[in-house]
């Protein structure tokens, strides 16, 4: 049973770019979450997808969106890139109201 | 709002001892959720234990067990006979039961086993 899986696992990116980082989630799960990790900080709460909508959001400009896909795979897009985005992207899977399996993450560089 | 508080940046234990690893917490909510994870360097989170706020026993997982005083709104973790492996960061997070499940983390403590 294939648990958490993210892509790519590093990526090297200029300011003011775009990019799209992608997660599939756990056999079963229909919940995506999204968290932002800085260096030597917790994970901060991006957003969260349930049934192809945006369920809830935290504190992220709108430059961060995202989309979930019928089979509940999910994408985090992000717009106009600054060097404050570098961080690992954390995708975490669950059927709702339950227990967050999270993938290894996406390192993003922004420079 | 809901706030994690991790106040031990680093710790170290020797091999084979015990270590307690502080978290505290702040919520008006009544029903909550609180977690451990462990993070290796290759930046997994990996759930370890979790203990809900209406539990009355104190959760435990092999050698995690969480040690809650809710009035105190405290959720240490105590790792048992450490092993190499435990050395990783830990995050302590909260989620509350009511809307959306997000967590809330704290900043985290680095744990060195010492052979």
């Known amino acids: 049973d294939a648990g958490v899986t993210q892509s790519p696992t590093h990526l090297i990116k200029t300011r003011g770019q775009q990019v799209t980082l992608r997660c599939s989630p756990k056999s079963g799960h229909d919940t995506v979450s999204w968290y932002q990790q800085a260096l030597g900080q917790g994970p901060q709460f991006i957003f969260q997808y349930y049934e192809e909508e945006e369920r809830q959001r935290g504190n992220f400009p709108d430059r961060f969106s995202g989309h979930q896909f019928p089979n509940y795979s999910s994408e985090l897009n992000v717009n106009a890139l600054l060097l404050g985005d570098s961080a690992l992207y954390l995708c975490?899977?669950?059927?709702?109201?339950?227990?967050?399996?999270f993938g290894p993450g996406t390192r993003l560089t922004v420079t | 709002a809901q706030k994690i508080t991790q106040t031990q940046p680093g710790m170290f234990v020797q091999e084979k001892e015990a270590v307690t690893l502080d978290c505290t917490y702040d919520?008006?909510?009544?029903?909550?959720?609180l977690f451990w994870y462990k993070q290796p360097s290759s930046g997994e989170m990996i759930f370890l234990i979790y203990?809900?706020?209406?539990?009355?026993q104190n959760a435990t997982e092999g050698r995690y067990s969480l040690n809650f005083q809710k009035a105190r709104k405290s959720a240490n973790l105590v790792i048992s006979a450490s092993q190499l492996g435990d050395s990783a960061m830990y995050f302590c997070?909260?989620?509350?039961?009511?809307?959306?499940?997000?967590?809330?983390f704290g900043t985290g403590t680095r744990l060195t086993v010492i052979p």
């Open positions: 919520t008006s909510d009544q029903s909550y959720g």
């Open positions: 203990q809900g706020s209406y539990d009355e």
């Open positions: 997070a909260m989620r509350l039961q009511t809307g959306a499940n997000n967590l809330f």
């Open positions: 975490a899977s669950s059927l709702e109201g339950y227990e967050q399996y």
